[in-house]
């Protein structure tokens, strides 16, 4: 549904976007990561249609945004960064506004406002101008518009900044929801989010693609995938060493396997030396790793480096 | 059109639930209520005619068209609407003109507020009604050449202020340059031929024929041809924004 070739976008000397490719297609829910001004929110935009790119192609459903942009953004619904509203409208008649522009008129139009209405719990304030809403009833007027047409492509830029724990999780599941039948690409910082709502994850620093896989393939780059912690009376760091590198934590061994492959083979070999020595058990884990030490190894020393 | 008339219909609520509206037709009908019979002296000129209420509105316009079109496209960039409406389905020129639409409508709703003054003059004397409907006419379109500048300094900021005050400097160089003080001082050390070329960009120049009663077609394409200048350029400083 989108394909990226080469994007590139300057700003004066700045080069915020510089290269990326890639596709996504129906049915996938793309997280886009990285650090604040690693050029999330242009991508987005040149997605969209906003920001035209100084280099580049970005074809949407087979339309180039360039080149035919009213038929690619019908194809989009865009939530822009800090979920951007009319103030002194109110939420149904921003709705209704929203669906006018996209084409929607009589009937139709009062089936999809309903419709979004329902999916993102606006009964409670319909009739309320958006400026006096809360931040969450806010977001969610915005993220209704972006889904009022049903588009196949849904862009979301920073789709859960700025809501409580309660409305982070509606808002994934809806994500994971949505992204059965459509072509999902939204922008976060929050690392928990890769895992709650994306099928796949891209992580971009100073508008580079620095890594590109499904959840569990960055969190396999960790350097703490596949180790196995192991908290036991009566172990000792010399009886564990011929097993692979070991750390010494609070009270309990971190073991490192000699090779990322062989992390099956590690966890049993522990568990076979538990039973040699007979030590106590009190805890055991093999480790995932964690998406935070990725992201911060691909994307700390560049940035520090500013 | 569906999508100009969209945008036009949101423009004009916006206006009217919020009390820009209300305070600018107040302050309007009282500015044009007072240098029509006060500064004007309508009694006191013993015609019957609409030449003392016409012959202010470049002056009147202005302060409050400026502060009409101000917020069109600054208020739309600060508050990150813009992005919203460009990535509709919407072409940027269909949102220039709906937008500047919306606003002419508010303009000669409230210019046509300002009936009682063709009442008055139509009771007291026997006025050519037809040259009434001409200034009208002039005044209408006088108010959209304004406009269109404004429009054109509001896409230029996100500042509103900054966009007011850049678009009424550039709106009294369209009446000096035809206003007589001006023209007489230029007088002094310039050839005929450049006062009038500096004169014939001058919207009081084009502005009095209408005021006559004579609606000539180079006057009509002055002020159409300003509006649509100034919305083509408004169109490339906003492509110019996202070009970055």
């Known amino acids: ?306 | 059109m569906r999508v100009i008339r969209t945008i036009v219909k949101r423009e004009l609520a916006s206006y009217f639930t919020s009390p820009i509206a209300y305070v600018f037709l107040v302050i309007f009908l009282l500015m044009t209520g007072f240098f029509t019979f006060t500064a004007g002296n309508f009694f006191e000129r013993g015609e019957a005619s609409l030449a003392a209420f016409f012959g202010w509105h470049p002056w009147v316009y202005l302060v409050l068209v400026p502060a009409v079109g101000m917020r069109l496209w600054a208020e739309e960039r600060r508050s990150g609407t813009l992005e919203l409406l460009l990535t509709m389905p919407v072409a940027t020129w269909q949102a220039i003109v709906a937008k500047f639409l919306a606003s002419w409508i508010f303009l000669a709703v409230a210019l046509a507020l300002t009936f009682p003054a063709v009442l008055t003059v139509n009771v007291l004397g026997d006025p050519d009604n037809g040259v009434i409907v001409a200034g009208y006419l002039g005044s209408l379109f006088l108010a959209g050449a304004y406009l269109a500048i404004a429009c054109m300094t509001s896409a230029m900021t996100r500042n509103q202020v900054v966009a007011f005050i850049v678009s009424v400097v550039l709106c009294l160089f369209l009446i000096l340059a035809g206003f007589n003080p001006v023209t007489d001082l230029l007088v002094r050390w310039a050839s005929p031929a450049v006062v009038d070329t500096v004169a014939a960009f001058s919207v009081v120049t084009h502005f009095d024929g209408f005021q006559r009663g004579v609606i000539d077609l180079r006057d009509l394409l002055f002020f159409l041809s300003v509006i649509g200048f100034a919305l083509f350029a408004t169109g490339v400083i906003i492509r110019g924004h996202r070009a970055g």
């Open chain 1, 1 to 306: 549904m989108i394909q990226i070739e080469n994007l590139v976008k300057s700003f004066g000397a700045k080069r915020a976007v510089d290269g990326i490719s890639f596709t996504v297609e129906r049915g996938e829910v793309l997280g886009f990561l990285g650090p604040n001004g690693a050029g999330k929110s242009t991508t987005m935009r040149m997605i969209t249609g906003f920001m035209p790119p100084s280099s580049g192609r970005v074809k949407v459903g087979g339309y180039d945004v360039a080149e035919s942009p009213l038929e690619a953004k019908r194809l989009i619904g865009y939530l822009p960064e800090n979920a951007a509203a009319y103030p002194d409208m109110t939420v149904q008649g921003f709705l209704n506004f929203a669906a006018e522009l996209r084409g929607l008129e009589g009937g139709a139009r009062k089936k999809a406002v309903n419709r979004v209405i329902e999916l993102c719990f606006l009964h409670s304030v319909l009739r309320q101008s958006i400026e006096t809403l809360s931040k969450g009833y806010k977001h969610r007027t915005c993220l209704a518009q972006a889904l009022i047409h049903d588009p196949d492509v849904l862009i979301m830029d920073e789709p859960t900044d700025g809501l409580d724990p309660n409305q982070k999780h509606e808002v994934r599941n809806l994500i994971r929801e949505l992204g059965r039948n459509k072509a999902i690409v939204f922008s976060t910082h929050i690392l928990e989010e890769v895992d709650a709502a994306c099928t796949r994850a891209i992580i971009i620093d100073r508008g580079r693609i620095v890594a590109n896989g499904t959840p569990e393939e960055l969190r396999g780059m960790s350097k703490l995938a596949g180790a196995v912690t192991l908290a036991a009376r009566g172990a000792t760091e010399e009886k564990l060493a011929p097993l692979g590198r070991v750390e010494r934590l609070d009270g309990a061994f971190r073991i490192y396997p000699s090779d990322k492959s062989k992390a099956a083979e590690l966890a049993q070999a522990v568990v076979d030396l538990v039973n040699h020595y007979g030590w106590k058990v009190e805890g055991m884990y093999s480790e995932r790793g964690e998406l935070d030490e990725v992201f911060r190894r691909i994307t700390l020393p560049d940035t520090a480096a500013k």
